[in-house]
């Protein structure tokens, strides 16, 4: 049966302000457009520490233009409480690793399951590192992304390391537009690709494919 998780988040959330807690989120985030909404509604709940980790964005240009670009616009939101950044060290032959073989599957493939793997297994042991309560990503507030195949990672790694993966769908109730207006308003360098290099080489031929219709 099709998993509402939005749903699934909201009644979470209602259980939590319910008892009046507001437990620790390592949030797993890929970059500061994608941060936007989803910051601004969880930390009316959470106490939230921050994971950039992403070994699959290629160059290291774009990995640093990137984090720079998360960090301005944690300044620029100004919320009531800090929220840390934890940047894990840049290593994308961790990515090269995991996808090996899968080079040449489509973007949304089995190569992408890989590298959400590999990005919620690193936020999995840092929240249990932590001693986190929950931890989850915010790749799902994008419409290009398979939320179910994320909160089915997202949970099975939160049983394997023993925290639990919040769910969501933060796309929905328009969140996705939502993280447009946000990025708008703060004027936020917006990607043109999800990150890797077969994902760049991808947009890179669909474009040139469009210039050449016209």
């Known amino acids: 049966m099709k998993q509402n998780y939005q749903k699934q988040l909201e009644e979470t959330l209602q259980r939590l302000q319910a008892a009046g807690e507001r437990p620790v989120l390592v949030l797993h985030c890929c970059c ?14 959470f106490q939230i520490k921050i994971l950039f980790y992403n ?47 899968l080079e040449e599957e489509p973007e949304g493939g089995a ?30 507030i994008s419409p290009h992304k398979n939320a179910a195949l994320l909160n089915e990672i997202g949970q099975m790694l939160g049983e394997r390391y023993g925290i639990p993966y919040l769910c969501s769908d933060f796309k929905k109730k328009d969140g996705f537009k939502q993280s447009l207006l946000l990025s708008a308003q703060y004027d936020l360098y917006r990607q ?6 077969f994902s760049k080489n991808e947009r890179e031929r669909q474009t040139a494919q469009a210039a050449g219709e016209d």
Do not use: H, W
């Open 32 to 45: 500061a457009p994608c941060s936007t909404y989803v910051l601004q509604y969880l930390n009316q709940y």
């Open 55 to 101: 070994p699959n964005i290629s160059p290291k240009t774009e990995y640093a233009r990137r984090l720079k670009e998360l960090r301005s616009l944690l300044e620029q939101m100004g919320l009531e409480t800090e929220i840390p950044v934890i940047e894990e060290d840049y290593r994308p032959e961790a990515f090269y690793q995991s996808v090996r073989g």
């Open 111 to 140: 190569r992408c399951e890989k590298c959400f793997a590999l990005r919620l297994r690193q936020a999995a042991e840092q929240a249990k590192a932590l001693g986190a309560d929950y931890f989850t990503t915010t790749l799902t």
């Open 192 to 197: 043109d690709y999800c990150g890797c290099v």
